[in-house]
Structures are given as C-alpha cells and as structure tokens.
C-alpha cells in the first residue's frame, strides 16, 4: 500500500520542525559559546554570524518561534555589543536592532528577556538622537511603559539617567527616579555587574565619590561569571575605568 497524501503531509511537517529545531538548538549552543575565540573584550564574528542567522532560521517554526526570537533578538543585542565594527555602521546597527526587537517585542510582548532588549535598544537609540528627535518619537514614554510592564528596574532607571530631559516639555525623564530604580535593579540582582556600574556611575554623577567607590568595590569583588564571562569581563573593565576617573577627580580636589 502506498503512503498517502495526508501521511506525506505529516511526515514534512515533522521533518520542517525537526529541522527548525535543530537551528534552535544550533544557535543555543553558539549563544553558549559566544565567548570562544574572543579577543579581549571583542567576540568572534563568526561565531555571531551563525547564531544570529540560526535563530532567524528557527522562527519560522511556530512550535519554537517565541524562544528563537528571543534567542535572535538576544544574538543581535551581543553582536552590536563586542562584535567588532566600523563606527560608522553604529547607527544603521543601532537602527536593525531597534526594529528588530520592536518587532519581536509586538509579537511576544510578556516576554521579559525580549522587553529588555526592547527597551535597551530604544534608550540607546533615543540617546544617540538629538533631543527634539527623541521627544518627537515619543522614545521616553515607550521606554517607560515596556520597562514597568516587564519589571525591570535596571532599564528604567538608566533611562532616567541617560535619556535627554527638556523642561517644560518632559517631565521625564527624572534622575531622581534614577536613582530609586538603579538602586532597586541591585537589590534585585546583586551578581550583574551592569547593577554596580550603572548606580556608581549615578552617584559619580551626584558628587559622591565615597558612595560610587564603594559600589566599585563591591562590584569587582564577585568576580566574573562563567555563563556572562563577555558581559562581565566588559562590566568589571568599566567599573575600573570609573574608579580610574573617579580617582583622578580627587586628587585634583
């Protein structure tokens, strides 16, 4: 007996999902390994390239489309961090990343991994613009309302903190509020080194050296995680570069 139309059809699909997962899982693993063949601080483009077009591959099967958009938007956020390129290429990027994770966040708008990135890439994006454009696109409210939605403290406050501020215009951004929220993004998080460097960054920023060293100090002291090494070998690189300028302010005191 011949295999029928129905038992072909159920066979490609089986065979399409199988394959789309096997992308997933590909990019999973070189997700894991992004920080293999890294020099210094810059990961490999290689390795960046084939995870980000993997995850692409594997959203169009719906059974795995919501953890390979994560997964594509995650790879598009690293790349524009520690992949290396030319910075006259930072707005284009900046814009694809942007769009990308808008365009993720539309589908899948309670996932918090993708409301981060969202909402990173938009305080970055409204940061780099000049402040008439970043009020015209409207760059703080949304950067508000998907960081509360999603929880995630450490977003909103360096919104507050970075994000361009027109009086009479806005009244947000608000670097009190910076300061409520970083503080809270490292109460909740106390082994992301970001949490650290962001709130001294903060306090450098409010004149209290004590406070911003102290931070510093306590940051560097956890050391670098395994799972986060690229993240955290960048973080632990900034917060010693702010204890360098922090240092230099007082000794001119």
């Not at 894991?32 to 084939?50: C, F, Q, T, V, Y």
């Not at 109460?187 to 409010?206: G, I, M, S």
Request: glycine residues 4%.
């Amino acid at each position: 007996m011949g295999i029928g139309f129905k038992t072909l059809f159920v066979f490609a699909l089986a065979a399409s999902a199988a394959f789309a997962n096997e992308d997933l899982r590909f990019a999973d693993s070189c997700y894991a390994a992004r920080a293999e063949r890294a020099k210094g601080d810059k990961a490999d483009s290689h390795n960046a390239k084939l995870m980000i077009d993997a995850y692409h591959k594997a959203t169009s099967d719906a059974s795995v489309e919501e953890a390979a958009t994560e997964g594509y938007v995650k790879s598009l956020f690293f790349s524009f961090r520690f992949v290396p390129f030319d910075k006259s290429k930072r707005a284009r990027k900046l814009d694809s990343l942007k769009t990308a994770s808008e365009d993720a966040y539309g589908k899948f708008p309670k996932n918090k991994e993708i409301a981060h990135i969202y909402a990173s890439a938009l305080s970055m994006w409204g940061a780099d613009k000049n402040p008439l454009q970043a009020v015209k696109d409207g760059v703080a409210a949304k950067v508000r309302d998907v960081a509360t939605a999603a929880e995630d403290y450490q977003v909103l406050g360096r919104a507050h903190f970075v994000l361009p501020y027109i009086p009479l215009v806005l009244s947000w951004p608000d670097k009190n509020l910076a300061d409520k929220y970083l503080t809270m993004a490292l109460e909740k998080d106390p082994k992301d080194l970001y949490n650290y460097f962001f709130l001294a960054e903060l306090r450098f920023d409010q004149k209290r050296y004590a406070d911003a060293l102290d931070l510093i100090e306590r940051g560097l002291s956890r050391g670098i995680r395994t799972n986060y090494f690229m993240e955290d070998k960048r973080g632990r690189w900034q917060l010693k570069e702010l204890k360098k300028k922090i240092n230099a302010k007082l000794d001119k005191k």
